[in-house]
């Protein structure tokens, strides 16, 4: 409340401070926090309610604390790393979207596989002994590593299942996943390099601008013929 009122004395005509967005901002946040800390405060006080009722309607009113987190939101303005980021993670969505599908797809025809060719096994019955239980078995052991052992306890019985699971296994984080993270890769470099485009056109124009205002002698925003002729020399 101290910085907001300190900012809002540094304008020298006050109707001017409604018109930036982030004194805006902030000043429903400081207005939030006065609801919730003094207002509601005083409103339970004086409500009929029990207490559970009034724990119940404090701690919803406290889940507003959430919200000076946006706060955070200024630091996408002041690291342009973090507005890189971001917009390839959204310009990736898509893909990531398509090769998650994908990966289900594979998985849910080779759980399907291994447990017909399973069944009636101990493995088989342990690991898959339903098409949920192998598309959850294939999921977890591919995805995180140590799956050795289930790898040897199906060759053990069965090396053609064995076979199977070891493809599914490099069809899935070999190649499935290691195309989304060049998909991203890629995403990432070309939002990338739009960004530094896009500040390159800026800076450019901002330095055409402050050329012609240099030699715009009447202040009119127009290029006379006056201040053509003394660009020309």
Not at 97 to 119: K, P
């Amino acid at each position: 409340a101290v910085e907001l009122a300190l900012r809002f004395l540094a304008f020298r005509r006050k109707r001017f401070a409604w018109r930036e967005r982030w004194f805006a901002f902030d000043f429903t946040l400081v207005l939030i926090m006065i609801l919730e800390g003094w207002v509601a405060t005083v409103v339970i006080a004086l409500s009929n309610k029990t207490k559970t009722s009034r724990f119940h309607l404090l701690s919803v009113l406290r889940l507003l604390r959430l919200l000076r987190l946006s706060r955070l939101w200024r630091l996408f303005f002041i690291l342009p790393e973090l507005q890189t980021m971001l917009s390839g993670m959204l310009a990736g969505v898509r893909a990531v979207f398509i090769t998650c599908v994908l990966l289900l797809t594979l998985t849910y025809f080779f759980a399907i596989a291994i447990r017909v060719i399973g069944e009636s096994t101990a493995w088989g019955e342990e690991f898959f002994g339903s098409v949920p239980r192998a598309v959850y078995t294939l999921l977890v052991e591919t995805i995180v590593p140590n799956n050795g052992a289930l790898l040897g306890e199906m060759g053990a019985e069965r090396w053609y299942c064995a076979v199977l699971f070891a493809v599914f296994h490099l069809l899935a984080t070999v190649t499935v996943m290691n195309m989304l993270i060049g998909i991203l890769c890629d995403v990432m470099s070309q939002v990338s390099s739009d960004s530094r485009e896009r500040h390159s056109m800026e800076v450019m124009a901002s330095k055409l601008q402050a050329m012609l205002a240099s030699f715009d002698e009447s202040y009119g925003g127009l290029v006379t013929k006056t201040d053509f002729d003394n660009m020309a020399t």
